[in-house]
C-alpha cells in the first residue's frame, strides 16, 4: 500500500481499508520556564490503496487551436467549513465562479480569460488520460466534500466525480487536475479574498456602495487578508450599516447580519488596525465589546489592547448578546455570548490575556448560559492547547479570588468535568474539593472521565464509599461506563492500597 497524507477537511471519515498508523515517534526537547522538558511527539499518515490507474483507454478527442473547450469544477459543503463552489472557464472568453457557502465573495463573478489558454488547460486533460478514467470515485465515509471535475471538448464531454476518491485508489492526476483548474482561474480570489478581488470586481463594474460589498469586506477581514481590506475601503465601500435583504425563509440567515466590523476582523490584528484607522464602530459599543471577546477567545494580545484603547469594555456583560462564530458567510453560526470577558479570555488558554483582563478587576464569578465561570473555561481542552498555559491561567485566577469549587447549572465544579490531569492537580492544589457532589450526587471520581486523574483524585482523599443518588458506589457506576473505565478504577485503587 502507498503511505500519503490524506488532506483533513475537519469531518469524521468510516472506512475499513485505510488505517492511521503511527509513521515514527521521537522525543522532543523544548523548555517550559527556562527548564528543560522532553515531551513524545507521534506522526501520523493514512494507509491508503495504490492509485488504480485505468486498464481501458478511451481515445480523448483532438484539441485543435478551434477547439470549443468547457471546463466545470464543482466542490461542494462539507460538515466543517468547506468552501463550497462551482467555476467554470471556457473558450468564450470568460471564467465564471458561483461562490455558495464558506467563501468571501458568494454569488457569481466573472473574469476574462484567452481561449487559447483554456486549450492548453484542455490538453493536460488530454496527458492526463481523464477520458479514460472511471465515471466516479467514492468512498464509504460521511460528511466530506464532494468534486465534480467536467470537460467538454467540441460536444465530448467527461465527468468525474470524487468523494475522498483518494481513499479508493483515485489517480492522483484527477487531484492535481482539480488544483489546476482552481489555479488557472484564481479562484482564492474570490474563496478568500486572496490578491486580485478587488481588481476583478472592479473590471465588472461591481457596485462596492452596495450591502454585497459590505459582506465581501466582512468576509476578508474575518481571513486576515488585510490589503484586501484597505483596498475595498479604498473603493468606497461604505462604513454606515446598509440594511441587508430580507432571508428567503424566516429560520435563514443574512451572512454577516449580527457581524460588526470590529468583530469581523478581531483575529487578525493587521486587518483590525486598518479598521480603527478608518473609525469604524467609533459610536458602536455592541460590536468593540463583541470584538474584544473575539480577540480574548483567540488569545490575540494586541488585539485586545487596541480594542480596550478603541472604547471596548473589558467588564461588558455579553450574556445576552447574540455572538457569531469565526468565519462568517453563508454558515456562520450565531449563539447567546459567555457572561464576561474574562470568560473568554480564560477560553484561550493564554495566560498574557487573562492577566489582561484581570487588570480591569471583572467579576470573577461571571457565568455563561451553563453557569460556569472562568475557571471552568481556563481548565477546557482545545485540541493542540499549550496544557502549561491553562495550568497558569487557572492560577491566576484562582490568585485574583476565583473560587475553584463554583458550581455549574447541574452542580458540578471545575474538578468534575475538566480532564486535563495537570490542571487537576493544579486545581487540587488550590483548594479543590475532591468529594464535592454535584446535583446528581456525584464527586469528581465519578464524572471526571481523565483516567490518569484517578490515582490523583485518591491520593488527595476522594472518598469511594460515598454513593450517587442512585444508590451506587463509584466502581458500580464504573461497570456502565464500560470494561476500560472498571479496569483503570479497579487498577488505580489497587495501587493506591499497595502503597
Known amino acids: 500500500m502507498d503511505a500519503t497524507a490524506a488532506s483533513g477537511t475537519g469531518s469524521m471519515r468510516y472506512w475499513p481499508e485505510v488505517k492511521s498508523e503511527v509513521l515514527r515517534w521521537k522525543f522532543t526537547p523544548f523548555e517550559v520556564k527556562g527548564k528543560p522538558v522532553m515531551a513524545r511527539v507521534e506522526e501520523y499518515v493514512d494507509l491508503v490503496p495504490p492509485e488504480k490507474l485505468p486498464t481501458i483507454h478511451v481515445p480523448p478527442p483532438a484539441v485543435r487551436p478551434e477547439s470549443k473547450v468547457k ?17 467554470a472557464v471556457s473558450t468564450d472568453g470568460r471564467i465564471v465562479f458561483d461562490g455558495y457557502g464558506y467563501v468571501v465573495a458568494s454569488g457569481r463573478y466573472t473574469d476574462a480569460v484567452a481561449p487559447g489558454a483554456v486549450r492548453d488547460l484542455a490538453r493536460k486533460f488530454v496527458a492526463a488520460d481523464f477520458y479514460s478514467m472511471d465515471a466516479e470515485y467514492r468512498a464509504l465515509v460521511t460528511d466530506n466534500p464532494t468534486y465534480v471535475l467536467c470537460i467538454t471538448i467540441d460536444g465530448h464531454q467527461k465527468k468525474v466525480v470524487d468523494y475522498v476518491g483518494d481513499w479508493v485508489g483515485m489517480p492522483a492526476a484527477i487531484t492535481d487536475l482539480e488544483d489546476e483548474v482552481d489555479a488557472f482561474a484564481r479562484t482564492q480570489r474570490w474563496i478568500t479574498g486572496s490578491e486580485g478581488l478587488v481588481q476583478s470586481l472592479s473590471a465588472e463594474h461591481f457596485n462596492f456602495q452596495s450591502f454585497e460589498a459590505q459582506v465581501i469586506l466582512k468576509g476578508a477581514a474575518t481571513r486576515g487578508q488585510t490589503a484586501t481590506v484597505r483596498e475595498l475601503l479604498k473603493a468606497g465601500v461604505p462604513l454606515r450599516p446598509i440594511p441587508g435583504p430580507k ?32 473609525g469604524a464602530s467609533r459610536t458602536d459599543q455592541v460590536d468593540k465589546d463583541e470584538a474584544l471577546a473575539e480577540a480574548a477567545s483567540s488569545g490575540n494580545v494586541d488585539a485586545a489592547k487596541a480594542l480596550i484603547a478603541y472604547g471596548a469594555n473589558p467588564n461588558a456583560d455579553l450574556s445576552k448578546t447574540v455572538i457569531p462564530e469565526p468565519g462568517g458567510g453563508a454558515g456562520t453560526i450565531y449563539g447567546e455570548g459567555a457572561g464576561s470577558i474574562l470568560i473568554y479570555a480564560a477560553q484561550s488558554g493564554n495566560p498574557n490575556v487573562v492577566r489582561l483582563i484581570l487588570r480591569y478587576h471583572p467579576n470573577l464569578e461571571a457565568r455563561d448560559r451553563e453557569g460556569k465561570t472562568a475557571v471552568f473555561a481556563a481548565g477546557e481542552y482545545r485540541g493542540e492547547d499549550d496544557e502549561t498555559g491553562r495550568v497558569e491561567c487557572v492560577r491566576l485566577l484562582a490568585l485574583a479570588g476565583a473560587n475553584v469549587n463554583a458550581r455549574d447549572k447541574g452542580g458540578d465544579t471545575p474538578l468534575h468535568e475538566i480532564f486535563l490531569t495537570s490542571v487537576e492537580a493544579e486545581l487540587l492544589k488550590l483548594g479543590a474539593n475532591v468529594n464535592a457532589r454535584n446535583n446528581d450526587g456525584e464527586t469528581p471520581i465519578f464524572t471526571n472521565v481523565d483516567d490518569d486523574s484517578i490515582p490523583l483524585f485518591l491520593a488527595h482523599g476522594a472518598d469511594l464509599s460515598i454513593r450517587d443518588k442512585a444508590g451506587e458506589t463509584v466502581m458500580e457506576a464504573a461497570k456502565r461506563q464500560g470494561p476500560a473505565r472498571e479496569e483503570a478504577l479497579r487498577k488505580a485503587i489497587d495501587n493506591f492500597e499497595k502503597r
Open 247 to 278: 432571508p428567503k425563509e424566516p429560520y435563514m440567515m443574512v451572512p454577516f447580519q449580527y457581524t460588526g466590523w470590529l468583530a469581523a476582523a478581531s483575529r487578525h490584528l493587521e486587518a483590525l488596525r486598518v479598521l480603527l484607522d478608518a
Open 71 to 87: 471546463i466545470v469544477l464543482e466542490r461542494s459543503g462539507c460538515y466543517g467549513t468547506c468552501p463550497s463552489y462551482t467555476v
